[in-house]
């Protein structure tokens, strides 16, 4: 069964930094590509970031409301997802999701449980 | 960037009756290998998302078969052929085509009259 568990989130003042982790288990981690993906209070569903595989170089793509301030890493050795937030923003307020491949293969789309981020003075 | 409209936004439905919400993106959805990249996610009432169908028409594991999902290019639908209470929620369309970045239509919210 494919479980995502994220954590690390919490209240932040403007300006200032978080880092997001995301423990994955069930499904060979090294082979996905990764995907997070936000929710502000009572809004939509968006994209923030993806990381690829290490046959594809780890290369990451972001939303252009996010990009140059967060990082997306991993660490294929522990099964981990994370998400580096700099320069936090008033709008960056949502809850954040790890998932999997959300693109459309058969064996993505899962989502985790989230995790609040609130950026407030 | 593509855009995702879907509608309507909302939904209210008798239980035991069809529903329909459609899908259109702003481009054609045809990815260069073939496959069109359009995903629907269902959100129930303080759940996270949940995938239900995957490029166009695929039923994810243990997906109800009242749920269903068609289209081509830049048209798409989900269909309920009955709803239940437990379908209550909100509903995404999502494009994995031409990333980045990913894009998701606004939501449609099913409710019961």
């Known amino acids: 069964e494919v479980q995502l568990v994220e954590s690390g989130g919490g209240l932040v003042q403007p300006g200032g930094s978080l880092r997001l982790s995301c423990a994955a288990s069930?499904?060979?981690?090294?082979?996905?590509?990764m995907d997070w993906v936000r929710q502000a209070p009572g809004k939509g569903l968006e994209w923030v970031g993806r990381?690829?595989?290490?046959?594809?170089?780890?290369?990451?793509?972001?939303a252009a409301s996010v990009k140059g301030r967060f990082i997306i890493s991993r660490d294929d050795s522990t099964n981990s997802l994370y998400l580096q937030m700099n320069n936090l923003k008033t709008e960056d307020t949502a809850v954040y999701y790890c998932c999997t491949d959300i693109s459309g293969s058969s064996y993505g789309g899962y989502f985790g449980q989230g995790t609040l981020v609130t950026v407030s003075s | 960037d593509v855009v995702m409209t879907q509608s309507p936004l909302s939904l209210p439905v008798t239980l035991g009756q069809p529903a329909s919400i459609s899908c259109r993106s702003s481009?054609?959805?045809?990815?260069?290998?073939?496959?069109?990249?359009l995903n629907w996610f269902q959100q129930r009432p303080g759940q996270s998302p949940r995938r239900l169908i995957y490029?166009?028409?695929n039923r994810d594991s243990g997906v109800p078969d009242r749920f269903s999902g068609s289209g081509s290019g830049t048209d798409f639908t989900l269909k309920i052929s009955r709803v239940e209470a437990e379908d209550i929620g909100v509903y995404y369309c999502m494009q994995g085509s031409h990333w980045p970045p990913h894009t998701f239509g606004q939501g449609t919210k099913l409710e019961i009259k």
């Open positions: 490029k166009v028409s």
């Open positions: 069930g499904f060979t981690f090294s082979d996905r590509f």
């Open positions: 481009q054609s959805l045809v990815h260069g290998n073939g496959n069109t990249y």
């Open positions: 990381i690829r595989d290490k046959v594809n170089s780890f290369t990451t793509d972001y």
